[in-house]
Every structure is written in structure tokens, then in C-alpha cells.
T-cell receptor, first 111, second 110 residues
Framework: SQTIHQWPATLVQPVGSPLSLECTVE??????LYWYRQAAGRGLQLLFY??????ISSEVPQNLSASRPQDRQFILSSKKLLLSDSGFYLC??????????FGPGTRLTVT | GIQVEQSPPDLILQEGANSTLRCNFS?????LQWFHQNPWGQLINLFY???GTKQNGRLSATTVATERYSLLYISSSQTTDSGVYFC????????????FGKGTLLTVNP
């Protein structure tokens, strides 16, 4: 069966520091991969998606970037964090029917 | 882009009660999912239902694609059903890009 991992689970970082969040998927090949952010107040916003290695599409211009160095690895990065980057970051993978499955998330607080 | 509206925004029930959550969307869809977000933040897949009716235990869902809405039914609610329920849709050629509604916060009291 497929499993999706995210780490770290929680992170507190000062403004201006770099960021690297990692997501890996097991048990499937060539999945679509997604990064979402959930700010306080519920809504989820799609940040990036990838349909293959090295292929990244950005949905929202912002202080973040994404990379897919391996088939089942998706990384969310920032060179300098802003206070507005705080939130709950969720990685998801999609199967051939495009149904999406979510990881446990990373709770980021920028201080 | 496509708009997704969920109602009600908040719902409080006594254990054992039934409820219906609604999701309206502004365009035809080729992907619709219902999720439950538990208190720890985990998003749990409930249904993948771009059309038709499905049932899973006490939960069932119906999507009427021609009328652009989906309903999630919860019967005999339990305290563990508490959390936020999200509807998410995709449309057009971007059936892999989900747009989420703002969710329904369900609280089930013992």
C-alpha cells in the first residue's frame, strides 16, 4: 500500500531564516505530487504541483519554491522566511484517477 | 477559476443525530473529493465522487453533477466524527488541481 511521509512535524523558525520541508511517497511510481498550505481559518491553498521529476508548476507567486529531485520526493524551500509564511503545510500525492491523498503535515511558525 | 461553497460553516450535534453537509460548485467538475480533517490536522479521504452515490458505513455521499452540488450524509453521529469536513473539486483540463471549499466545522457532543 502507499504511504506518504512528511518531516518535520513541527517547526519554529525566525524571520529571515531558510526553510526546507520534505515529503516522500512509498508504494507507487511517478505520482503527481502537491504542496498545499492551510492558514488559520481553515482553507487549503494549492502552492505547487509536479507531474514528474524536475517538472514544477507554481500556483501562487510567493516567497517559496519547490523541487522534485527524485520520483517520489518533493521538497518545499525558502531562502528567507517571512512572518506570513506561517501555517500548516500539507503534501499530497495523486493516483491515475487523480484522487489525492494527504500526508500528516508540517506546522510551521515563523517568529 | 471554479468556486466552491460549503454549508453550513458550523454545525453542532448531539451524539446519535444525523446531518447533511452541502457543497456547491460553479462549473462542471471531473473530480470531487470529500475529506475529514481530524483534530491533529490529518486529512482523511472519505469519498472520491465526481458523480453518483457512494456509501461507506455511516457515511454516504451524492454528487449531482448536472446541478453542481454534492451532499455528504452522516448518520448516527459519534464524537469521533468531530472535525472539519472539506469538499474539493477540479474542473476542465486541470482535473488534478483541487480547489477546496472553506469547510464545515462539525462538533458532536456526547
Amino acid at each position: 500500500s502507499q504511504t506518504i511521509h512528511q518531516w518535520p512535524a513541527t517547526l519554529v523558525q525566525p524571520v529571515g531564516s531558510p526553510l526546507s520541508l520534505e515529503c516522500t511517497v512509498e508504494g507507487t511510481s511517478n505520482p503527481n505530487l502537491y504542496w498545499y498550505r492551510q492558514a488559520a481559518g481553515r482553507g487549503l491553498q494549492l502552492l505547487f504541483y509536479s507531474v514528474g521529476i524536475g517538472q514544477i508548476s507554481s500556483e501562487v507567486p510567493q516567497n517559496l519554491s519547490a523541487s522534485r529531485p527524485q520520483d517520489r520526493q518533493f521538497i518545499l524551500s525558502s531562502k528567507k522566511l517571512l512572518l506570513s509564511d506561517s501555517g500548516f503545510y500539507l503534501c499530497a500525492w495523486g493516483d491515475l484517477s487523480y484522487e489525492q491523498y494527504f500526508g500528516p503535515g508540517t506546522r510551521l511558525t515563523v517568529t | 477559476g471554479i468556486q466552491v461553497e460549503q454549508s453550513p460553516p458550523d454545525l453542532i450535534l448531539q451524539e446519535g443525530a444525523n446531518s447533511t453537509l452541502r457543497c456547491n460548485f460553479s462549473d462542471s467538475v471531473n473530480n470531487l473529493q470529500w475529506f475529514h480533517q481530524n483534530p491533529w490536522g490529518q486529512l482523511i479521504n472519505l469519498f472520491y465522487i465526481p458523480s453518483g452515490t457512494k456509501q461507506n458505513g455511516r457515511l454516504s455521499a451524492t454528487t449531482v453533477a448536472t446541478e453542481r452540488y454534492s451532499l455528504l450524509y452522516i448518520s448516527s453521529s459519534q464524537t469521533t466524527d468531530s472535525g472539519v469536513y472539506f469538499c474539493a473539486v477540479a474542473s476542465g483540463g486541470s482535473n488534478y488541481k483541487l480547489t477546496f471549499g472553506k469547510g464545515t466545522l462539525l462538533t458532536v457532543n456526547p
